[in-house]
């Protein structure tokens, strides 16, 4: 299988075509970001509340934190130009709380994934980092182990970062020292083949950062990923 492919977004950033949802300020409020992660879905429009907060949003891509009302939020999400619901579902978001909700599966069993985002600044010195299973190829093979580690180590005799992780699963943060990593998965209790094995992943103390793990656009191999720069 080919190695994953390595996408960056920064969440700082908005994507082409973003509204802000214009919530104001206070201290009842969440914030929200949204990832399309759904391989065969098109380009979607996202409503909260029954307001287009985002449109046009490729596959892979990600919007920086949308600040809305603290409560019950009915999030939507429609192939662009249309009227039509892909999602349809509420999510309940906490005051100060940052959530990351992904439109996640192929189209036919597209659904939302939402992950609550502890942005809390990491120990001194370290660095906060977790992974976000989105594949549905993956899911038909088997869950899959995560090892992060120094480039060009040999895992054969290593545990894993993370283990045994399933499809639409988000894992515990790691807390990992600042620097240069491998990020590597096999399926659970095997160490080969690769199905991701990406060098060169810098990071430096003090931010955090999410890895979504993703089918091909389209769906299928060679795998892709996307990492969300949550802090810093």
Do not use: W
């Not at 189209?107 to 980092?129: C, E, F, H, R, Y």
């Amino acid at each position: 299988m080919s190695p994953l492919r390595l996408s960056s977004l920064l969440a700082s950033a908005l994507i082409a075509g973003v509204t802000l949802f214009t919530a104001g300020c206070g201290t009842d409020h969440a914030r929200v970001r949204i990832v399309h992660a759904s391989p065969d879905a098109p380009n979607v429009d996202v409503l909260l509340d029954g307001k287009k907060v985002l449109t046009n949003v490729a596959y892979e891509t990600a919007s920086s934190y949308l600040k809305v009302k603290a409560g019950s939020r009915k999030v939507e999400v429609r192939a662009t130009g249309t009227t039509t619901d892909a999602i349809s579902t509420t999510a309940s978001v906490v005051a100060n709380k940052d959530y990351t909700v992904l439109a996640v599966d192929k189209v036919a069993s597209i659904s939302a994934l939402v992950a609550q985002d502890d942005n809390t600044a990491p120990a001194s010195g370290m660095v906060k980092l977790r992974v976000i299973h989105a594949s549905p190829t993956a899911q038909t093979l088997a869950n899959v182990d995560v090892y992060l580690v120094a480039p060009g180590t040999d895992i054969t005799t290593l545990t894993p970062a993370i283990s045994n992780i399933s499809f639409k699963t988000i894992s515990s943060y790691l807390s990992v020292a600042p620097g240069s990593y491998e990020a590597i998965v096999t399926l659970t209790g095997a160490k080969s083949p690769r199905y991701i094995d990406v060098s060169g992943l810098t990071f430096a103390a003090g931010q955090i950062r999410t890895i979504v793990a993703l089918d091909a656009p389209g769906g299928g191999t060679p795998l892709t990923a996307v990492v969300l720069n949550d802090l810093n």
